[in-house]
């Protein structure tokens, strides 16, 4: 593995620090005050990145509208459960732009409709993962990401057309429990991490273009533990171990999945032992068939993607995944917001 990240000495701090306090007044944010809230820590023409059914943003108002205030009125008593917080330069822009990255759950009452999803009345835990982009002491872009097919599950609907191959699980954080990295990572750990990411990536890109991949445990092998975790998006699910990850997701993603094409990414960026991007979107691909139960499709789809990791030792241990579902199967013709409100 290469090395050729240069040393992330940046005063990270600020960016933490305004974003920890942005988080803190979200705890008691209502439909009526999250508006405010956010314009005291956003630009007003911060540019906002979501999940289907709720895309792109432009300022502090529309954020809330279109977001926040729908999500407040479906949930009472909202708590941020913090599995995983650093911040980072972003390798995509030169390492100019700072970074935060948040990951956990989005714990409340499901007491209202949300999306045409029928309340439960009982606690609900809502996958997310938020990225902001802070400069000169304000969020200038913002990306969050929640499994809503999740909630689905959750509330007793299966909207998809077949079982999925990994572990249906109200996913926990880290194994080492120290995920939360609220004072400055190791330079020299942060430089390896992302390395490790890169080289990652490398690996996916090489077995792709092959003629003769190599075979993928060999693959997996030189990036990640043998008894890695893999946190999968509702839907695909999770797995455990190298060869329980060939067999319950990259095996069927690779089988069913064709054409696939690398985008890139917006942010991408690690802090001590933990690292992680996001794209918009990342991947764009054809459903070949059968993928998580839905027909060939002759669609070029997109998939928006975030990726978290934890490093352990040399390697990848841990790798939490979001994927906009959602929208890469409405891009096919497949309305699944729809669906379940008939």
């Not at 009125?73 to 911040?87: C, K, M, Y």
């Not at 609907?157 to 699980?169: D, F, K, S, V, Y």
Request: hydrophobic fraction near 40%; charge should be negative.
């Amino acid at each position: 593995m290469s090395i050729s990240i240069p040393p992330i000495t940046a005063d990270l701090q600020p960016a933490k620090t305004l974003v920890r306090a942005l988080y803190s007044e979200m705890a008691t944010a209502t439909p009526d005050t999250v508006a405010g809230i956010l314009s005291r820590y956003m630009t007003a023409d911060c540019h906002w990145y979501g999940m289907h059914p709720f895309h792109e943003q432009t300022g502090p108002a529309a954020i809330a509208r279109s977001f926040w205030v729908p999500f407040l009125t479906a949930f009472s008593s909202v708590q941020r459960r913090e599995d995983i917080f650093f911040a980072g330069l972003n390798e995509i822009d030169g390492f100019q732009g700072q970074w935060t990255c948040s990951m956990g759950h989005l714990m409340g009452l499901f007491d209202h409709a949300f999306l045409g999803i029928a309340p439960t009345r009982k606690i609900a835990m809502v996958r997310y993962a938020e990225f902001h982009h802070v400069r000169d002491g304000k969020i200038v872009e913002s990306a969050l990401f929640v499994d809503l097919i999740h909630l689905m599950l959750q509330a007793g609907l299966n909207p998809l057309r077949a079982e999925q191959t990994g572990a249906h699980l109200v996913q926990p954080g880290p194994l080492t429990h120290d995920g939360l990295q609220l004072t400055p990572g190791d330079a020299r750990a942060s430089q390896i991490t992302l390395a490790r990411i890169n080289n990652m990536i490398g690996s996916i890109d090489h077995a792709n273009a092959a003629d003769k991949p190599p075979h993928p445990r060999d693959e997996l092998a030189e990036d990640w533990n043998r008894d890695m975790l893999w946190w999968g998006p509702a839907g695909i699910g999770a797995t455990y171990t190298i060869d329980r990850y060939i067999e319950q997701h990259q095996g069927p993603f690779r089988t069913h999945i064709k054409d696939r094409a690398f985008n890139g990414h917006l942010c991408r960026m690690a802090e001590g032992m933990y690292g992680g991007f996001f794209g918009w979107p990342n991947l764009t691909l054809t459903n070949g068939g059968s993928f998580m139960g839905f027909p060939a499709s002759d669609v070029r789809a997109d998939m928006r993607v975030v990726d978290i990791y934890r490093r352990e030792g040399d390697r990848l241990a841990e790798n939490w995944i979001f994927i906009d579902i959602l929208h890469f199967l409405n891009m096919q013709g497949h309305d699944i917001l729809a669906e379940i409100s008939r």
